[in-house]
């Protein structure tokens, strides 16, 4: 967990790297009802996250360090039906593997799509059998302090546990981005409830819970926690769909938020809007129609309260927009139309993020095979479909080669076969296929059952564990 923010008392906000533990929360009228049948129905939307990550030991990670495994858990919840999955940015940093456990008990392994700069947001992938149930999300502008709502998550690794409470608050800032406005929450949240859902008492996700404000010294629940609005998942999530990074619009502009002391200052008839502190100076178009000491009173009509409202409502508007802008000058109203472009640091940062993308992506599939399997194994690509004259809809793993000296030669596996189940559970990628493995071994089952599609059709192997 990280501390996001020093608080009065010695408190700290943390962020949760694991989902919700069931701890009594204040009464409020829908926690007397039976829920046990909503319940019932989300339960299988959530899904548990876990990860690993590879900690160097050692001065300076010279000669003599040594590289550990380090697992981690999170939450998260399905977004498409075909195996599209949000949780945070921070459950899966670092990650070198990726698998998800879906509320029946199947692991699937996880591909990385995406990561947010400004948001603490990633998306997976994951390759179902079968369609999964996905949540409906919900409007979170029409939140009130005082609604019901449900948290569901991996709290400590227990897994789909769940949790009632209320909106405490809406419109937080924890100083965690440019634009934060968090619902606060008194549903129960611990670690590894970090990207699962918040749902309302109509079964649609207004939120997703990512921070909690733990007493000093502590890690568990005190009844208050932060979950990024549904409003603001979902632009975020169809920005990172979209482009592969948010995108958020930019005019070149630093602001500060309007005192009463400045608002007398420039005859502001009340303090409101954001001042002009600087104006970048690559942006010469920007210097005739803004100087500094300018109040931004509205964008597009909106009221500006503040520079977050203010860096929501440009980070908001679409690059290439025209957005009509109302400023402050000299005692007078002047109306002003500024083109939003994009930001060249977002534009650094989403490179950066993209290049995390591409080195998990990298590393998913890179395991160790064991000598005594003999088996050289790759995800599909629709290189191998068109090499080994696969269906489109073929699911599974390759088998690119085989030593002629294994195990699985003498049961005839070839280049070309593909891996279509370990027992009885489907699998997508390489790394689910050594899940299975690990799984396996960790229950001493000595022999595994694998269902091969090859060129005479489908058949069982069976293949010594270890």
Known sequence: MRSIVECARRLSVMLVMLPVLAMPAPAFAAQTADLSDLVASLLPSVVNISTIRTDTVGKDAGP??????????????????NGVIATNRHVIEGAVEITVTLHDGRILGASLIA??????????????????????????????????VIAIGNPLGY???????????????????????YIQTDASINQGNSGGPLFNLAGEVIGVNTAILTASGSSGSIGIGFSLPANDAQFVIDRLRQFGRIRPGWIGLSTQTVTPAIADAVRLPRPAGVM??????????????????????????????????????????????????LIWRDGARIALKVMVEENADDVEQGAKLAALVAAVSATSDAYVEPADMGLNLSSITEE????????SDQLGVVVLSVDPNSKAAEQGMLSGDVIVRVGKQSIGSVREFWVRIDEARRGRTTRLLLLIHGSGGERWVALPSA
């Open 159 to 181: 897994g789909s546990s769940v949790t009632a409470g209320i909106v405490s608050a809406l419109q937080r800032d924890i100083k965690s981005s440019l634009y934060d406005d």
């Open 64 to 81: 003599s360090s040594s590289t550990g495994r380090r697992k981690s858990l999170g939450s998260g919840f399905v977004i498409d039906p």
């Open 276 to 325: 002009v502190t600087s104006i970048r100076d690559d942006k010469p178009g920007l210097k005739v129609s803004f100087q500094l000491g300018d109040v931004i009173l509205s964008v597009d009509g909106n009221d500006i309260k503040d520079v977050r409202g203010f860096n929501r409502a440009i980070g908001g508007t679409p690059v290439g927009d025209v957005v009509p802008i």
């Open 384 to 391: 191998l479909r068109a090499k080994f004259a696969l269906a």
């Open 115 to 148: 990561v947010a700069s400004g948001a603490d947001l990633a998306l997976l992938r994951v390759y179902p059998e079968h369609p999964l149930p996905a949540v409906t999300w919900g409007n979170s502008d029409k939140l009130r302090q005082g609604n019901p």
